[in-house]
């Protein structure tokens, strides 16, 4: 699973293919710290599983509050959909 969007990185590089690096719960703030990873497309994503070398071209850190027990991949993704501006009407892919 994975967002497309067009946006453009800090770099000025338009990225139009992101997925969830990685994600972890604080409790004692209750917050979720997800890392979006941004790659140009579909193809970059490709290239690193076959070389296993990174072909991300931006890192985004994104805190959401925990709001559910569900914390699937899939209900991160819609709330990154739902919550957050840079990705707001992303298409899952």
């Known amino acids: 699973m994975a967002l497309y ?3 453009k990185s ?3 590089v338009e990225c139009a293919y992101h ?3 990685a994600y972890g ?3 004692i703030d209750n917050t979720i710290s997800i890392n ?17 070398q990174s072909m991300i071209i931006e890192n985004t850190g994104i805190t959401l509050p925990i709001i559910a027990e ?9 709330r990154i959909v739902n919550e957050v501006e840079l990705f707001m009407d ?3 892919i």
Do not use: H, P, Q, W
């Not at 193809?43 to 599983?49: A, Q, S």
């Not at 569900?70 to 819609?78: G, I, Q, V």
């Open 90 to 92: 992303a298409e899952s």
């Open 5 to 7: 969007k067009v946006v």
């Open 19 to 21: 997925r969830i690096l």
């Open 36 to 52: 979006v990873a941004s790659y140009c497309d579909s193809d970059y994503r490709e290239v690193e599983k076959k070389t296993g």
């Open 70 to 78: 569900d914390f699937s991949r899939e209900t991160l993704y819609k």
């Open 10 to 12: 800090t770099k000025g």
């Open 25 to 27: 719960m604080n409790y």
